[in-house]
């Protein structure tokens, strides 16, 4: 087997979403950096987080997580806690926003002006938990007609 650098770094599935997701938020993180003042700690927190999270998702290290739990589950460490946190870390969300051209930035501000409600901090949550709790529910396998699972609240088709 042959274990260069190369190899670690090549893609196991070559995927050009992730790749100009990655080249968008890299080129808005660098733009932004030009207009606002960013400390080497922030840029460093930033580029760290996204080099481990590329890392994770776009290199052999997937092809063994695919098939060692050991591995798995560090990748599931590295993308769920570990990547976010450093980037978050870095809070690049003004430094992004400033590096948008003028028109999407006139088009978020107006966004944020026609919802305000959006930009409430407990907006996100509610959104994120009543989207989860809803996906659980209609793919929990309760509410399919054909199952053999019953349901406790009576509202189900194949109870």
């Known amino acids: 087997m042959d274990l260069d650098l190369m190899h670690w770094l090549a893609p196991w599935e070559f995927s050009p979403t992730l790749i100009a997701l990655f080249l968008l938020a890299g080129w808005l993180f660098v733009r932004g950096t030009r207009v606002h003042r960013v400390t080497l ?3 460093l927190l930033f ?17 063994y997580a695919e098939r060692m739990f050991f591995i798995h589950r560090i990748q599931h460490l590295v993308l769920h806690h570990l990547g976010p946190l450093l980037i978050m870390g870095a809070y690049p969300g003004q430094v992004m926003r400033a590096g948008l051209p003028l028109r999407a930035r006139v088009w978020l501000r107006d966004y944020r002006r026609i919802f305000p409600a959006d930009s409430l901090p407990v907006c996100s949550p509610t959104k994120f938990w009543s989207r989860s709790c809803l996906s659980f529910w209609c793919c929990s396998g309760c509410c399919q007609p054909s199952s053999s699972i019953p349901c406790s609240t009576g509202a189900c088709t194949g109870s």
Do not use: K, N, P
């Open 41 to 43: 700690a922030r840029q």
């Open 47 to 63: 580029w760290s987080g996204f080099v481990v999270l590329y890392l994770s998702l776009h290199t052999h290290v997937d092809y």
